[in-house]
């Protein structure tokens, strides 16, 4: 379990570096380029989510039961992960309204799957997992919110609503496949009860 809490907070710290490290951030990418930032930055972040899915793997063989979701909420659960799914495409495209409306729709997306999985998990190295990517959402929101009150980020305008209907078929194509198998294959868990 204490690989599963250092592996969370080398990968969150990872991608918190802006706001918890901005001057220490600056000076490297003043140093040695943001080039070659971005490619420390993506290493890193390689290097410790395959060091978080190696400890979670191992954590989930001895976690205990911190408490037992209801069946129902299994549902409710992968209702959320609907819409996450549709955010997350939202994220990769030019800006529609729903981009637009939810301001950071990635950020939002990983809150609401973290939040998802919370509902639905009641094991100590889930409940683990899945609050610190919860945590780092909201922390992360915030610093956006003050990074564009300060004029240090500007959110991209409005594009087209054609990128909201295409987020909505992908992103329920993709929620699908994660019901139907992948979540299985990928995670070795079947999403909902049988």
């Given at each position: 379990?204490l ?23 600056a ?18 972040s390689i ?28 549902h409710?659960?992968s209702l959320l ?6 955010c997350?495409v ?9 981009a637009?409306?939810?301001?950071h ?10 939040l998802?999985?919370?509902?639905a998990?009641?094991?100590?190295s889930?409940v683990i ?5 919860l ?27 054609r ?7 992908i ?11 992948l ?11 049988i």
């Amino acid at each position: 379990m204490l690989l599963l809490v250092i592996s969370l907070i080398l990968f969150l710290g990872i991608h918190l570096t802006r706001v918890i490290a901005p001057g220490w951030r600056a000076s490297v990418i003043a140093a040695k380029g943001e080039r070659a930032w971005k490619l420390g930055y993506t290493l890193a972040s390689i290097a410790t989510l395959v060091l978080v899915v190696y400890a979670f793997g191992q954590a989930r063989q001895v976690t205990g039961i911190l408490y037992t979701p209801p069946v129902w909420i299994a549902h409710l659960s992968s209702l959320l992960m609907l819409v996450a799914m549709i955010c997350l495409v939202a994220s990769l495209m030019p800006p529609g309204h729903i981009a637009t409306k939810t301001k950071h729709p990635m950020v939002l997306s990983v809150k609401i799957w973290a939040l998802a999985h919370l509902l639905a998990n009641g094991e100590t190295s889930s409940v683990i997992l899945f609050v610190a990517f919860l945590a780092w959402g909201v922390v992360l929101r915030i610093a956006l919110k003050r990074r564009e009150r300060n004029g240090e980020l500007v959110r991209k305008p409005f594009v087209s609503a054609r990128y909201d209907a295409a987020a909505v078929v992908i992103g329920t194509v993709v929620y699908l496949l994660f019901i139907w198998r992948l979540h299985v294959w990928l995670i070795g868990v079947q999403p909902l009860p049988i």
